[in-house]
């Protein structure tokens, strides 16, 4: 297995593509790179933590997928461009740490971020698996507006920002939450004990009911007047961190979550981990 940072994209259906986006390693260090004293297990460890980015497109939402084939080389300090439909719907971009697709094809190849499918992420059913730091986009929506953010609904695995280049608001999560993440929410950790996932109250099932949570905004509590922020465990830790994200599923109400951009500029993205 190649010991790099790549990027998954879906392969393309016919479409109108229009738009750059830019996917870019900007981490000072070797994502992979774990220090140890004994050589050949720090090569093993440097297999173990190939990182590799993914993309997902709701088709549930819209048939419209980016247009590049999938899985390339990316190393550090590099970065790949590819295009996407101008209404580009329900996509994700999520970065996954620490998989090994030989050992395990399925959503478990990766202590964070893993997918169905794997190495390629299943077109119906590849959303990353919690924690991680995940990028949306839906754009040419509502009143003609691109919408972007980061969300940490599902935790949180790298530090990200998305900008353009039409001059609209950045969104992003600069920051690395995992080494002061709270006790409750730490994991998983890396072979050396280290944590390289910060989950989500919601995802940590800290009061013990997903299915009726207002951490997860679920049950009685699935709308914006029933889940306030206040009610979500450890919201201050995340959006106090990265003010620019969501910190849980309704945080429009905070004006620093969901970004918009008028669509008729057709503004080119520009993913950076590690910004």
Request: proline share 9%; with cysteine.
């Amino acid at each position: 297995m190649h010991i790099t940072l790549g990027l998954l994209v879906l392969l393309a259906l016919p479409g109108v593509f229009g738009r750059t986006f830019t996917v870019r390693n900007s981490c000072k260090f070797t994502i992979w790179s774990i220090r140890f004293s004994v050589a050949i297990f720090t090569l093993l460890l440097m297999i173990l933590s190939s990182q590799r980015p993914a993309i997902f497109t709701d088709l549930n939402v819209a048939p419209n997928v980016p247009n590049h084939p999938t899985g390339w080389e990316a190393k550090p300090g590099s970065s790949v461009s590819f295009t996407v439909p101008d209404n580009w719907k329900a996509g994700r971009i999520w970065g996954r740490s620490f998989c090994n697709f030989a050992k395990d094809p399925g959503p478990n190849s990766c202590l964070t971020g893993g997918c169905n499918g794997g190495l390629n992420c299943d077109p119906r059913s590849g959303t990353g698996v919690p924690p991680a730091t995940v990028a949306e986009w839906t754009l040419e929506a509502d009143g003609n507006r691109d919408f972007y953010d980061v969300s940490l609904v599902d935790g949180f695995n790298l530090p990200v920002r998305i900008t353009n280049n039409k001059g609209c608001p950045v969104a992003d999560c600069p920051k690395d939450l995992n080494p002061s993440c709270p006790s409750p929410l730490r994991g998983p950790r890396d072979p050396s004990g280290n944590p390289v996932g910060c989950k989500s109250a919601c995802f940590a099932n800290l009061d013990g009911n997903q299915g009726n949570s207002p951490n997860c905004c679920s049950g009685n509590h699935s709308t914006p007047q029933t889940c306030p922020a206040s009610g979500v465990q450890y919201y201050d830790y995340f959006k106090s961190n990265c003010r620019n994200a969501y910190a849980y599923a309704y945080d429009e109400s905070s004006g620093t979550a969901l970004w918009t951009c008028n669509a008729a500029l057709k503004a080119d993205y520009t993913l950076t981990f590690c910004p």
